[in-house]
């Protein structure tokens, strides 16, 4: 069975609300790696090929760390600036480290 991890909601919102084209292009990128992940299903259900799928399974991580890549850099230039102007940046820099962790396992 699969476990699926879901986020904690911490309650908090962003510095500055994500406009409707970053939205949009976090949501594209992640409906594409969705098919990604479809295709893989059935690249097993059609017994392909082990180098076939682990390539197929590399390019989704790529993907899915260049998306996290972008959050970061709009989360370490909106939030993370906005914390430290309101004196509040060690805070924000301990969260920002503890994701980046998180992150690079």
Same mark, same amino acid.
């Given at each position: 069975?699969?476990?699926? @991890?879901?986020?904690?909601?911490?309650?908090?919102?962003?510095?500055?609300?994500?406009?409707?084209?970053?939205?949009?292009?976090?949501?594209?990128?992640?409906?594409?790696?969705?098919?990604?992940?479809?295709?893989?299903?059935?690249?097993?259900?059609?017994?392909?090929?082990?180098?076939? @799928?682990?390539?197929? @399974?590399?390019? @989704?991580?790529?993907?899915?760390?260049?998306?996290?890549?972008?959050?970061?850099?709009?989360?370490?230039?909106?939030?993370?600036?906005?914390?430290?102007?309101?004196?509040?940046?060690?805070?924000?820099?301990?969260?920002?480290?503890?994701?980046?962790?998180?992150?690079?396992?």
């Amino acid at each position: 069975m699969t476990e699926h @991890i879901l986020p904690e909601d911490s309650g908090k919102k962003p510095a500055k609300p994500r406009t409707d084209e970053e939205k949009q292009a976090v949501l594209n990128r992640l409906k594409r790696i969705e098919g990604q992940v479809r295709g893989i299903q059935k690249m097993v259900e059609e017994d392909r090929y082990c180098v076939d @799928i682990l390539v197929q @399974i590399s390019a @989704i991580n790529k993907a899915l760390n260049k998306v996290g890549f972008n959050l970061l850099e709009r989360h370490t230039h909106h939030c993370v600036k906005d914390a430290i102007q309101k004196g509040n940046g060690d805070e924000a820099i301990d969260e920002l480290m503890k994701v980046l962790q998180q992150f690079s396992k």
